[in-house]
């Protein structure tokens, strides 16, 4: 027969200074190792929920990303006229655009600097997006003036980003007239006509080429063992003599640029959780000890009254468990306020800023339930055996 | 009195290492955090005061053309000057991620005294048209094992090689570094055998960065004005600065990282407070009959409380070494596992004084609670109380 889950619950209840602190003692831990989740998924969750797969990425073959990839502007051209894959519209011919990449430094409202990702665009990379990319103030830039639109997440963070300021890059006045949103990584970026920004940077060509493919086009998989399927577009391309290109999806190509830092903030998270977790556990076990030390006489008589140890060591695992679910719980409360706080730091892939929001995803809430649980196993193991293990006469000799 | 403290916190040797032991890791990862800090800004204080550099004023991903260089030698007070680009290749797989550079091999030497190489590979390096030299850490990284003579085969991301094929690059010498800011995880190479074979396909490699010394004694804030108002006008604009501000700008481009970190040091200080409290509290509770008994056998208030907080800080102190020896013990481990981030890892005094510091008030702040408790209790009624 079990010990009823209201004994187990009430105990909780009797010591409630002792429970308050181990519950928000694990709920403090809890509370860290969920946050930092909570940043690798803002982070990731903007990269990859947006990438398209019927968007293809050209970059030039062994670049990485976009910052070490260049096209001559013909080779770029000769992409984006050559590829029967490529989708057709009377009014826009090809759906492909030629972009340039690059970082600008400028200036945080604290004076701080960081690099901003500065992207020269066709006017072609706006039919593509359609309406994943929106004005939300101003207007869009006139081909060929030297006019900028801003990422909606850059007017607060950095200097100038207002409509109607002007930037200088290089020489070159740069004037703000629109503000745009995106949900993806653009968001924190400067757009303006590919011409301008090319010859501003003094550069010679674009950084990638992207296009709009038919449906059913076999794109393969650039990372796949062996190399890409020869028959597919990737696989064509890769070995291509005259325009030789890295082809990837959209979505491969953002999440190939997560990685690092992704990476980074997950270690981190795992090794706080790791580190702090043992110390929370000790929590969990000198609560549950004490607690079992002033409660031999109960486990005593219940002993005495004919419950099997198995039943004790049942019941002490719940309190523990329990004590550690109600700190997950705390845990989750604490983090939920900095869920939609806003933050940035470099992309180390990018070398260009990246600013996203702490988002408390159903992952992070799994994350830290599961971690808790795992805690009140941990922690309760030992004390649980140690209760079930009492004799019922020394329990109850004892004052 | 200690003596006493001492008893008391044997009497319950589980709990007192659990406590301290939880102490000792809560110490150990804010030691840590503190020391990331503290090494991101390492380079801006070991940055020379001699040095300054020149970078196009767009940002690091723009280059400036190399004529550039014989422009700011003629500047008045301009010493020596020599050549810095990003080459950005990598070893078989983009994973292997190391820093590679272009260089002007006289005047690296000359300018950089914390990069360390014996007379011999020195020479050979100068002699080498496709020779390299690689730091000490980068040498001992297992993934790699390069040594003197070995070939190295990089594929050039940013410069394809014009024949389609990898770069390669012969070690000539394996350096040590003497400061914080100059990192042993990089490759650096000659700038002519890098600009001869770009030019076989007719590219014109341009300059990531020009670092120049002044003359002893010209006026550095008149040439700093003198290069940036030189350019001004294009064809690329350029910003000259002090060898600090450069290095202020990567620490800047860490964004709230930084911030961050210090968030959660003060997160893990909460919850560590609070599991000593807790620690404390249940021993109060257990030690009012013996504060009943001290009192009645004639000790004051402040015997009491100071059993009690002695006890705390004992608690307190014996895991806060330990998680400070333990920082220490694994600061070694932790370079090597950050090291292709982070040139190195410093645990700075100031991080074990402020640890030592808090450690002594955590003791203080846990006991108290229960010791004033103790203090303020009647002889009469603490007998009384059950155990």
Same mark, same amino acid.
């Given at each position: ?20 602190l ?30 398209r ?14 910052t ?32 340039s ?92 006509d ?11 060509g ?47 190509f ?12 997950l ?46 060591f ?25 869920n ?59 004052t | ?28 990862l ?18 020379s ?45 983009p994973?292997?991620f ?17 990069c360390q ?24 990284d ?29 070690v000539?010498g ?8 100059f ?50 006008n ?18 800047s ?18 919850a ?36 009690l ?11 806060? +070494? !330990?998680?400070?020896?333990?920082? @220490?013990? =694994?600061?070694? $481990? &932790?370079?090597? *596992?950050?090291? %292709? ?12 004084i402020? +640890? !030592?510091?808090?450690?002594?008030? @955590?003791? =203080?702040?846990? $006991? &108290?609670?229960? *010791?004033?408790? %103790? ?13």
């Amino acid at each position: 027969m079990f010990i009823p889950l209201n004994y187990t619950v009430r105990s909780l209840f009797v010591r409630k200074a002792a429970t308050f602190l181990s519950v928000f003692g694990i709920g403090v831990t809890v509370a860290i190792f969920a946050g930092v989740l909570a940043l690798q998924q803002g982070f990731t969750t903007m990269f990859t929920s947006q990438g398209r797969e019927d968007v293809i990425v050209f970059l030039r073959p062994g670049a990485t990303g976009e910052t070490d990839s260049q096209f001559q502007r013909e080779r770029g051209m000769k992409l984006m006229k050559s590829l029967p894959e490529i989708e057709q519209t009377p009014e826009h011919g090809p759906l492909a655009s030629m972009e340039s990449y690059s970082g600008v430094l400028r200036r945080r409202p604290d004076g701080g600097e960081v690099n901003v990702a500065f992207r020269g665009v066709q006017q072609a990379t706006f039919t593509i997006r359609g309406d994943e990319l929106r004005i939300i103030e101003g207007r869009n830039f006139t081909p060929g003036a030297d006019e900028i639109i801003v990422g909606k997440k850059l007017v607060e963070r950095i200097q100038d980003c207002h409509v109607g300021d002007v930037m200088v890059i290089n020489t070159t006045p740069f004037r703000v007239v629109g503000v745009f949103d995106h949900d993806g990584p653009f968001v924190s970026e400067i757009w303006a006509d590919l011409e301008r920004a090319l010859a501003v940077l003094d550069a010679y060509g674009p950084n990638r080429v992207i296009a709009k493919v038919k449906p059913g086009t076999l794109i393969g998989d650039v990372n796949a063992e062996g190399g890409p399927d020869p028959a597919s577009l990737a696989g064509r391309l890769a070995n291509d003599t005259e325009a030789p290109a890295k082809v990837l999806t959209e979505r491969a190509f953002l999440e190939s640029q997560t990685q690092m830092l992704g990476g980074i903030l997950l270690g981190l998270g795992m090794a706080l959780a790791v580190i702090m977790g043992v110390g929370a556990a000790f929590t969990a076990i000198n609560t549950m000890l004490s607690a079992i030390a002033s409660r031999t006489n109960e486990i005593g008589i219940l002993l005495a009254t004919g419950f099997r140890p198995l039943p004790i060591f049942v019941a002490f695992m719940l309190e523990t468990l329990l004590l550690c679910v109600m700190g997950g719980l705390v845990g989750c409360v604490l983090v939920l306020p900095i869920n939609g706080i806003e933050t940035g730091t470099m992309n180390g892939q990018t070398f260009t800023e990246v600013a996203f929001a702490f988002r408390v995803t159903p992952v992070v809430v799994g994350a830290a339930i599961f971690f808790s649980v795992l805690l009140g196993m941990i922690g309760g193991l030992w004390p649980a055996l140690r209760a079930c293990r009492m004799t019922p006469t020394a329990a109850l000799r004892r004052t | 009195m200690l003596k006493l403290a001492w008893r008391n916190l044997i009497a319950h040797p589980i709990r007192s290492i659990l406590t301290s032991a939880s102490v000792c890791i809560a110490i150990l990862l804010l030691c840590l955090l503190r020391s990331i800090v503290t090494t991101l800004d390492a380079g801006i204080e070991a940055a020379s005061a001699t040095r300054l550099i020149v970078m196009s004023s767009i940002s690091l991903f723009v280059d400036m053309p190399v004529s550039y260089q014989q422009r700011i030698e003629q500047v008045d007070g301009v010493d020596v000057i020599g050549k810095w680009q990003w080459f950005g290749g990598y070893y078989q797989n983009p994973r292997n991620f190391f820093a590679q550079f272009a260089v002007d091999p006289e005047h690296l030497f000359d300018m950089y005294p914390e990069c360390q190489l014996d007379e011999e590979a020195k020479q050979r390096f100068l002699s080498t048209r496709n020779g390299c030299i690689i730091g000490r850490k980068l040498a001992d990284d297992p993934n790699f094992a390069w040594k003197v003579g070995d070939k190295i085969p990089l594929v050039g991301a940013l410069f394809p090689h014009p024949d389609g094929g990898a770069w390669e690059f012969e070690v000539c010498g394996v350096y040590t570094s003497s400061a914080a800011n100059f990192d042993e995880r990089t490759m650096m190479f000659q700038w002519k055998f890098f600009e001869e074979t770009l030019r076989t396909s007719g590219q014109d490699p341009g300059v990531g960065v020009f670092v120049f010394r002044c003359e002893p004694g010209a006026n550095v804030e008149r040439i700093m004005g003198e290069v940036t108002a030189m350019f001004e006008n294009g064809p690329m604009s350029v910003r000259c600065a002090p060898e600090s501000e450069f290095q202020r700008m990567f620490i800047s481009m860490m964004g709230d990282i930084p911030m961050l970190l210090g968030w959660i040091g003060t997160a893990v200080f909460v919850a560590l407070l609070l599991g000593c409290v807790n620690t404390m509290l249940m021993a109060g509770r257990e030690q009012v009959r013996d504060i009943g008994i001290y009192k009645a056998l004639g000790f004051d208030d402040v015997t009491a409380f100071r059993v009690l907080v002695t006890q705390s800080l004992l608690l307190c102190v014996i895991g806060g +070494a !330990a998680g400070i020896g333990l920082t @220490l013990a =694994l600061k070694p $481990g &932790i370079a090597a *596992a950050i090291a %292709a981030m982070f040139p190195v890892f410093i645990v700075a005094d100031e991080t074990l004084i402020f +640890a !030592a510091v808090l450690i002594v008030l @955590l003791g =203080l702040a846990a $006991g &108290i609670v229960p *010791a004033w408790r %103790a203090s303020r209790m009647k002889p009469i009624e603490a007998l009384r109380a059950e155990h």
